[in-house]
């Protein structure tokens, strides 16, 4: 297994906007996580290497997900950031499908805490 390494977490006020970094990139499927206290870890985008993007619906039209393939490294762009948005966020990346299900991903970061205060 790869170890991932994720940064950019941070705290900001609701509104405000985040770009969490992820490395090594490449992988055919990568994707973002995100994990709340008493909760399970859900998914919040993916991305294969062609370009192609699944978004959760709760998400949709504030994150984005990119790949910069000569720096080796994923982003997640967070832009309109909510409180309900507070959470560790992870990495991962090695899935054979590419969904946002957590069962599929071999390869995981330690996190990076985002915390939006109101």
């Known amino acids: 297994q790869v170890q991932l390494v994720e940064s950019g977490g941070g705290s900001v006020q609701s509104g405000g906007s985040l770009r969490l970094s992820c490395t090594p990139s490449?992988?055919?499927?990568m994707a973002w996580f995100r994990q709340s206290p008493g909760k399970e870890r859900e998914g919040v985008a993916t991305i294969k290497r062609d370009g192609t993007t699944i978004y959760a619906d709760s998400v949709k039209g504030r994150f984005t997900v990119s790949q910069d393939a000569a720096k080796n490294t994923l982003y997640l762009q967070m832009d309109s950031l909510k409180p309900e948005d507070t959470a560790m966020y992870y990495c991962a990346a090695g899935a054979r499908w590419c969904v946002l299900n957590r069962i599929w991903y071999p390869n995981w970061g330690q996190g990076t805490q985002v915390t939006v205060s109101s």
């Open positions: 490449g992988y055919t499927c």
